[in-house]
């Protein structure tokens, strides 16, 4: 069955990284654009940052450009979101999907906890 496995969540200091990575499986990874939202806590789910089936276009929410990194890698059936300079109001939960090209068909991961905290 479809898989969407996200990891790499965790407790940062402002200004600290963290490396976000989901696992898919279940279905012809290529075939999807891929994608990071996020939703902290009362707030409606946003859009992070995605990136084309093979990798050749990205998008970034304002608030992610210049900060963080979106990536993938075909052969393994992942995606990556690089985050740096990370700031308090980055703190929710970031989840991975996954979307057709063509049908717009669309995957979700159970999420993980990013806390930007001192």
């Known amino acids: 069955q479809v898989q969407l496995v996200e990891s790499g969540g965790g407790l940062v200091q402002p200004g600290g990284s963290l490396r976000l990575s989901c696992a898919a499986s279940g279905f012809t990874f290529s075939d999807y654009g891929m994608g990071w939202y996020r939703q902290a806590p009362g707030k409606e789910r946003e859009l992070v940052a995605t990136?084309?089936?093979?990798?050749?276009?990205?998008n970034y929410a304002d608030s992610a450009k210049g900060r963080f990194i979106i990536s993938r890698d075909n052969a393994d059936n992942s995606v990556t979101l690089q985050m740096n300079t990370l700031k308090p109001e980055d703190t929710a939960v970031y989840y991975c999907?996954?979307?057709?090209?063509?049908?717009?068909?669309?995957?979700w991961g159970q999420g993980t906890r990013v806390t930007v905290s001192s």
């Open positions: 990136i084309s089936a093979f990798g050749d276009y990205t």
């Open positions: 999907v996954a979307t057709h090209w063509k049908f717009g068909t669309r995957y």
